[in-house]
Every structure is written in structure tokens, then in C-alpha cells.
């Protein structure tokens, strides 16, 4: 099945909260990446309805095991990227921006390809 560019990036960005946090709520998300609370609240509702994620009685949102292969994946995507184009002498804040567009349209094949490289010929 596959999952929307904004679901990935909920899912993304769930997991690095937790990393960050320990914990996510939903205003997390929302203030993470200054979305409004109401639009936050809806995708949470997807996620959940999809198997993705889970939310406790406090309002903790915890990744599903799906949930979490997706997000760990883009996150990859994302962190590699980031490093290979910056590598190439762009600007951490670009490389970042570029790394979040692409890590939602680069097949997968493209990306083994790239990470092979990357192992291979360079220290990212």
C-alpha cells in the first residue's frame, strides 16, 4: 500500500520527537512542524484508523510496528540525503529542505544505490 508524502512526514516526525523526547503528543506534532492543532489532531486520527500509530489514555502517541518501518525508512532517506548533498557543498539548510522533498519520491532501488555508493566511496 502506498502511504501519502504527509503521512510519511507525521510518521517521520513522530519518531524524532521520540528520539528527542521520550514521549510525543499531538501538540508536539503540531508545534514541531507549526501546524494547527485541529489539522494535527485529524492526521492523528488517519494514522490511527490505519494501523500506524496508537494513542494511550494521556494523549501519548506511540508508533505501531508499521508505523515505525515507515518513519525509520524516510528518517534514513532523510539523514542520508541531508549529508550527501551537503557533501556536494550545499548549504545545511538547503540540504535539509531538499533531503525532505526528496526522500518521498526517491524509489527505493535509487536509494540502495545511492547508499552503496556512500559506503563504498565516501564517509556519510
Known amino acids: 500500500m502506498k502511504i501519502h508524502e504527509s503521512a510519511e512526514n507525521y510518521l517521520e516526525t513522530i519518531l524524532v520527537l521520540q528520539q528527542r523526547n521520550g514521549f510525543v503528543r499531538s501538540i508536539d506534532i503540531a508545534n514541531e512542524l507549526e501546524f494547527s492543532k485541529p489539522s494535527v489532531s485529524v492526521a492523528m486520527k488517519n494514522l490511527r484508523l490505519n494501523g ?73
Do not use: W
Open 52 to 124: 500506524y500509530i496508537e494513542v494511550d489514555a494521556a494523549g501519548q502517541i506511540r508508533l505501531l510496528p508499521e508505523g515505525q518501518r515507515i518513519a525509520e525508512a524516510v528518517l534514513e532517506k532523510h539523514r542520508l540525503m541531508t549529508r550527501f548533498l551537503m557533501a556536494l557543498g550545499v548549504s545545511p539548510e538547503v540540504a535539509a529542505e531538499d533531503a525532505c522533498r526528496i526522500e518521498h519520491v526517491l524509489s527505493n532501488e535509487s536509494f540502495e544505490a545511492i547508499k552503496e555508493h556512500a559506503r563504498k566511496y565516501s564517509n556519510l
